[in-house]
């Protein structure tokens, strides 16, 4: 698995760093509130899984599942929910956590369904932020590190759902593509 990557992006040290940085700030401006953390599934499990634990303010976990037809042939941002909410949002501090946001699609039609749905505020944190490759603009209050337009694996980010479970963020070498 490891001979697949060509390059470590980010490892294992600089994500916890960074990542007890993000959980800090959080803590600090939620000061005295409870926070509703989304995760999109599945890339952002193993991120939330440790900025939930980076966070020293009370805080209740649920999950989203979405498709996105976001392709070459439909850019149209259309996003079908596989699986919805089981807490309910209405007066709740939410806060999205992503994996990576690239064009922005995903984020862009989930922003629009919570808010629907009358938070008392709504905010997005992601791990990595691609934003070379943005289709739509998003606004992130909480960026873990802006990267280059490599696709890369690991700490939750898969190609065709493998490396997911590598410690470290990597850039595939261009081989394994072929599998
Ligand atoms: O900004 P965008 O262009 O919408 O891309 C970002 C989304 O794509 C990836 O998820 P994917 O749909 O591959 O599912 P996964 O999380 O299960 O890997 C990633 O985890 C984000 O959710
Ligand atoms: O660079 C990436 N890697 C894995 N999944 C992704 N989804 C959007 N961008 C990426
Ligand atoms: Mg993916």
Known sequence: ???????????????????????QEIS???????ILMIGVLRGAVIFMADLARAIDIPVAIDFMAVSSYGSATTSSGVVRILKDLDETVEGRHVLIVEDI????????????????????????????NKPDRRKVPVE????????????????????????????????????????
């Open 140 to 179: 992130i209050a909480y960026n873990g590190f802006t990267i280059p337009d490599y696709f890369v694996v690991g700490y939750g980010l898969d190609f065709a759902e493998k490396y997911r479970n590598l410690p470290f963020v990597g850039i595939l070498k261009p081989e394994a593509y072929n599998l």
């Open 1 to 23: 698995m490891i001979n697949d990557i060509k390059e470590i992006m980010l490892t294992r040290e600089q994500l916890a760093h960074r990542i007890a940085e993000m959980g």
């Open 101 to 128: 946001i690239d064009s922005g699609l995903t984020l862009n039609y989930l922003l629009e369904n919570i808010r629907s749905r009358k938070p008392a505020s709504v905010k997005i944190c992601t791990l990595l």
């Open 28 to 34: 600090t401006d939620y000061a005295g509130q409870e």
